[in-house]
Structure formats: C-alpha cells, structure tokens
C-alpha cells in the first residue's frame, strides 16, 4: 500500500522561500515517477512539477524558474524547492505516485502553502 506523507508547508512573506518534502513508503521508490500538484480555494488542481523515475523534469509555466523538484531514491523522498514566492502560489500542495506505465495515482494529505502579500 503506497503512503505518502508531505511536510514544509507553512507561512511565509512574499519573496520567501520554502522546501517541500514527500516520504513514500510501501513502493519501489526507483520506479515511480513523482509530482507536486496544488489545489487553491476553488479551483482544480493542477500540477507544480514532475520528475520522472529516470530524473527527467516538467514544470508548470508558472513556477519555472522559481521551483525546482528533485528526488532521492535512497532516502524514498522527493523534494519541492519554492524559491520567490508569490500570493498566488497560496494553496494545498499535494505529492503524487504514479507507477511506470501505470494509470493509478497515489496521493498524499496535503501540506498547506500560505503566502502572504
């Protein structure tokens, strides 16, 4: 059974920085392809960044430049760096699994994000 546990959020000022982590727990780590998504009041979520089980990177537009995610496949964790936040980086910040070549995601509780103007 996947668990993915999530932790860093927080409060932070306009500019600021946060760093996200992910611990999954019941997987092959090393096969896993992981993402960051977030979920702001009333709206969908949508996706942060993704990294691939080979180390390859996706960005959404609006964080490139500012996020960067990495992974340890040694230490089962993935890692959201938040570099120059912004008020509309404000949400819930989610880790997902999804297996190579699976279709299934696995989600974690949700860290909160508050950034502040």
């Known amino acids: 059974q996947v668990q993915l546990v999530e932790s860093g959020g927080g409060l932070v000022q306009a500019g600021g920085s946060l760093r996200l982590s992910c611990v999954a727990s019941?997987?092959?780590?090393?096969?896993?392809?992981m993402g960051w998504y977030r979920q702001a009041p009333g709206k969908q979520r949508e996706l942060v960044a993704t990294?691939?089980?080979?180390?390859?990177?996706n960005y959404a537009d609006s964080v490139k430049g500012r996020f960067t995610i990495s992974r340890d496949n040694a230490k089962n964790t993935v890692l959201l760096q938040m570099n120059s936040l912004k008020p509309e980086d404000t949400a819930v910040y989610y880790c997902?699994?999804?297996?190579?070549?699976?279709?299934?995601?696995?989600w974690g509780q949700g860290t909160q994000v508050t950034v502040s103007s």
């Open positions: 997902n699994a999804r297996r190579i070549l699976g279709t299934y995601d696995s």
């Open positions: 990294i691939t089980s080979g180390g390859s990177t």
């Open positions: 019941g997987i092959n780590f090393s096969l896993y392809h």
